[in-house]
T-cell receptor
Framework: KQEVTQIPAALSVPEGENLVLNCSFT??????LQWFRQDPGKGLTSLLL?????REQTSGRLNASLDKSSGRSTLYIAASQPGDSATYLC??????????FGKGNQVVVIP | EAGVTQSPTHLIKTRGQQATLRCSPI?????VYWYQQALGLGLQFLLW???????NRGNFPPRFSGRQFPNYSSELNVNALELEDSALYLC?????????????FGPGTRLLVL
């Protein structure tokens, strides 16, 4: 079964601290892995996409790593800001174009 | 370039009724995907359409159905609504059915079943 797990489910950090969000997946036969941001009641905003052949992707303060063999990805957000408060979703793409999502990391950055 | 659009933004129905949700993909995109985000369950894959045909289906009962029109827009129909169908329904599109393509998401339709 293709399961995606995100730990921790929720976390609060003071402004300025670095955020580390973890995602694990049971089936390593992935095409790519994508990190999304979701604000309450809203749709998804794509943050970073890592192809299965890549080890990491970076965009501004965001860095995502991928270790396919161990079934893990980590999203790092440097110098967190209150505007980073949101739910972060990890999604793994398998065959048949199906995205398998974790339940998310709910982040609160305290000013 | 306009993103994925969905209508309506909110929908309120009663048990047993039918709901129709609509999605317009990004211009030039041929694949449309539907996902359900119910409280506490996370995002679940529902349906995938490409070039007018259903390509894949998630673990949902047959009362969840849909179609894709020649202009690549899509409808999701939910018949005989149940209380647990209350959820945010997200539509996504991609340029083609190739597995490496990124899926771009719309803002969602929030369905409430009373």
């Amino acid at each position: 079964k293709q399961e995606v797990t995100q730990i921790p489910a929720a976390l609060s950090v003071p402004e300025g601290e670095n955020l580390v969000l973890n995602c694990s997946f049971t089936d390593s036969a992935i095409y790519n892995l994508q990190w999304f941001r979701q604000d309450p009641g809203k749709g998804l905003t794509s943050l970073l996409l890592i192809q299965s052949s890549q080890r990491e992707q970076t965009s501004g303060r965001l860095n995502a790593s991928l270790d396919k063999s161990s079934g893990r990805s980590t999203l790092y957000i440097a110098a967190s800001q209150p505007g980073d408060s949101a739910t972060y979703l990890c999604a793994v793409k398998y065959g048949n174009n199906r995205l398998a999502f974790g339940k998310g990391n709910q982040v609160v950055v305290i000013p | 370039e306009a993103g994925v659009t969905q209508s309506p933004t909110h929908l309120i129905k009663t048990r047993g009724q039918q709901a129709t949700l609509r999605c317009s993909p990004i211009s030039g995109h041929t694949s449309v995907y539907w996902y359900q985000q119910a409280l506490g369950l996370g995002l679940q894959f529902l349906l995938w359409y490409d070039e007018g045909e259903e390509r894949n289906r998630g673990n949902f009962p047959p009362r969840f159905s849909g179609r894709q029109f020649p202009n690549y827009s899509s409808e999701l129909n939910v018949n005989a609504l149940e209380l647990e169908d209350s959820a945010l329904y997200l539509c996504a599109s991609s340029r083609s059915r190739q597995n490496g393509e990124t899926q771009y998401f719309g803002p969602g339709t929030r369905l409430l079943v009373l």
